[in-house]
Structures are given as structure tokens and as C-alpha cells.
């Protein structure tokens, strides 16, 4: 009894040492914050680009890594189809069927039976295409010249797209030895864990900023890849022996813009550059001997890159489903690469993101279309895990001017913050608070110091809104102030 007694008192006083200190610093930091968001404003809080050597993956993961799979099972596991369930796929083939008054069974046998267990899709799917469309191509005639500037740099930013992939793996993935004037073969590497450590300054240099490795659980591959990476889709896919680990690189988007969404940021400003240092990757890898894929964004891809990452030790899924890294917050656009290279992997980490997104919700409530739930996760082809309405998100894309696509859950959530000393203590805060008292306070403070517009007011005017975007745009994408319109 005498132990118990000391061990519950010890408890408690550490219990109380760690609320207070937690919540002390938190309301520290408040009276502080408007000095942190001055700091914000300086070019040296940005974090990115300023390293090739990894200086940028600067959170130290060990205290926080655990030893089982983050992903909790329940029931029976499946693996994605592409076909019906990625709406990049699966509007395309709407459209292909769509005439006026179409009904779900008037459809071909997989979208009927995908639409028979999904109508609410169906019906946010149809008024895409009916209403939505519509409404954006008049809006854009419009106002839609007022995003020029945003627009040429996006389209700019995609304007040097690596030659893709047309082969199914078991081709494009060897190195082709033809090229070098005999068979390729693997050459022999001292160690798993010098190869990790080559692989990741490779990745650094060609300007990843987070790099992190797994093995490659199958369970996150299509089970229907998409038609143009070389598979036959209506064919299962069985995942290949070579693809046993997996690279996860990427960057971040420019923070400035990224906080000007939904209209004048674009995810082309990463995506481009984490298109780049996936293919070169590849390439590397293969010089080497050894079989390479690149999975990239926006839709290049025959897996899921969230599930990759967490594995791979970078962050943890928020309540939006989108990866939540340390450093960058969800400002992170990866990119896979597959490969039988042997590495150490990394392991998967918990810093709190899972306990702060029970209370926070800013996204749930920053996301114009309803998209995020405000409630608990949900079981998705057997795992728990949050779930985002795609068709809502999507509708949502065409429903406001400027650069296609929204952002504005990822640009809202707290973690997505330039990397100025009061954001750097709010992580540690927040990464070493069991209690969860910080959570409260903080979210409390991300509300009164980034208030944001009503989640209408981002729709198209037709559509009740005021083309509000989160921020105001940085100097350089006001097109009013450089472009004479009326000079035509
Ligand atoms: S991208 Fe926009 S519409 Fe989609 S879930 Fe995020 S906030 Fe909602
Ligand atoms: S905004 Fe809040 S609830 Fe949403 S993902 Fe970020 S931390 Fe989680």
C-alpha cells in the first residue's frame, strides 16, 4: 500500500509538474505572440530551401518513435481502387457516360456499383458536372482575370514535367543495361544502414527537405492502378517482389501564397519540385543496379503516399487526412519512390498530432465545403482513420476562382506555421504535453491571431461567397499592380 501510495504521489507530482509547465509556457507564449508573428514575417523563419544537406529536418524524431504500426486495424483489409475511388479517375468516366437525366443505373457495371454503395457521391459527382462547372466557367470569364499572375507562375512551376511513366514495373523499374553496354547488375553495398544514410543525402541534394524510408506495406498499393502508368486497370494488381521499400521525399509550397489560398496559391509549386527529386532518385538508384520507381504527384502515382510517410517516420494523418509533419506542418507535398535497394528504415513517430486534432477542428471548420468531419474517425477499407468527402473537397475546387484546388485546410491548421522560434516552442509544448491542457490554450491563440474569413465567403459570388482567400497575396501575384487590363 505504502508503494502505491508513493508511486501515486510521484505520479501526481509529475503529472502537476507537466500540466503547469505546459500550460505556463503556453500562456508565455501568448503574451508573446505578436512579437512570433513579427518574426513570421522575416525571410529567415522560412523553412525549406536553405540547405541541401538536411539541416531542414531539424525535429529530433528519436524521443518520439514507437515500435507498432501507427495504423489500427479493424476487420478486414482491402486495397484501393483507382478506378472508382480516386475522383481523377473516376469523373473522367462519369463524364464519358453523362447526358441530361442520367440515372446511377443507367451507368457502366463499376461506376453503377461503386454509386449504388456511394449515392451521396453520385449526387455531389452529378452537380459537378451540372451546376458547379457551369457557374465556375462564367465566375472565371468574369473575375478570373484578377489571378493572372497566380496563374502564369503555377503554370509556369509545371512547365518542366519529367518524360512519365508508360511501362508496367517490371519493365520500367530495371535499369536498363543495354544503356551502359552490358546487363546491369546490382553493385555490392556495405551496409543497409550507410546505404539509408546515401540515399537521404541524395534525396537532400536534390532538394528534398524531409526524407524518410519503410518497407513497403502492400496494403497501401492500388489494387486497380491507374490505366496510364502502364497497367491494364481492370486487371488486380499483384504488388511486386521488387517494390520492398519506399523513399518518401518532398517540399513544401511557398509559404507566402500557400497562406493566400484558396485562390493564389498552387500546389504545382511543389509538386513540380518533388516531381524532379523523385525521378533523379530513380535514376541514382538504378546507376546503381538496382530497381526504382517514382510515384508523384499530382496523380502519377500506383499507391498512398500518407500511410507511406507515416511509416517512413515524417509526421502523423490530422483530422483533414493529410500527412502532419513537425517541421513543415502539412505544407509537405511527397513524393514515393519503390525500390529493392536494402536500407534501414525508419520508424514511425507520435508528437501529439493525434490527441491535438480531437480538440482543435480549425480545419473542419476553415473547409468551405463541409468536407471534414467535425467527429471521429471512420473505418476505411479496415483501417481507423480520418476521411475527408472527397466530391464535397473537389466541388469546392470549381466553385472558387484563382489556381485550382483549396489548400485552406492545410494553410489553417496550426501546425502549418513558418518555423519562427514561438512556433518551434508551441511544437515542443504541444510534442511533450500528455495532459492535452496546451491543446486547448493554443487552439485558443491560432484563432485570434489568424482569423479567417468565413468558410462561405471563399465561394464565387453566383455561389454566395466574395472570392475570399485566407491571406492576402504576397506583392508579387497582385496582378492589379503590374498588368493594365483595360490596355488589353
Ligand atoms: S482542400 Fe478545401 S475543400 Fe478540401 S477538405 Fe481542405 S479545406 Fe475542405
Ligand atoms: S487544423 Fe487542427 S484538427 Fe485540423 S489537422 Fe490541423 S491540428 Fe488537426
Redesign the pocket.
Known sequence: MGENNSRESKFSRRSFLKISGAASATLGMTGLGFFGLQAGKSASSYTGRESFQGAAQSFNRKKFIIDKSPHVKVGQTSRIDARTEMIFARIPRLMRQWKKGIEIDDLDPLLKSFYKSHPDQFELDSDLINRVFPEFRKANKEYGEKYLLAQAWSNAMSAVWPEGINQPPEISDFPRGERYGEPSKPYKLKSPGKTSKLIKQMAYQFGSILVGITELNPDWVYEHPLKRRGFDSDKPFKVPDHWKYAIVVGTPMSWDPFYANPTYGTSEDAYSRSRIIAYRMAAFIKQLGYAARPHTPGTDYDLMVVPIAIDAGLGEQ???S?L?TPELG?NFRPAVITTNIPMKPDKPIKFG?EE??KT?????ENCPSGA?THGDKQVVRGYKRYQVNISKCHNFWYSNLGNIGCRL?VA????SRKSNWLHRTALKVTSNDPTGVSHKVL?AMQKSFYPSPDAGDYYIPSMGGKNASYREPPWWLKTEDFIDMQGG
Not at 482543435?360 to 473542419?364: D, G, L, P, S, V
Not at 489553417?412 to 501546425?415: A, I, M, Q, R
Open positions: 490530422g483530422r483533414h493529410v502532419i502539412s498530432v491535438f486534432c482543435c477542428k480549425i480545419c473542419a471534414i485546410c489553417s491548421c496550426p501546425y487552439t
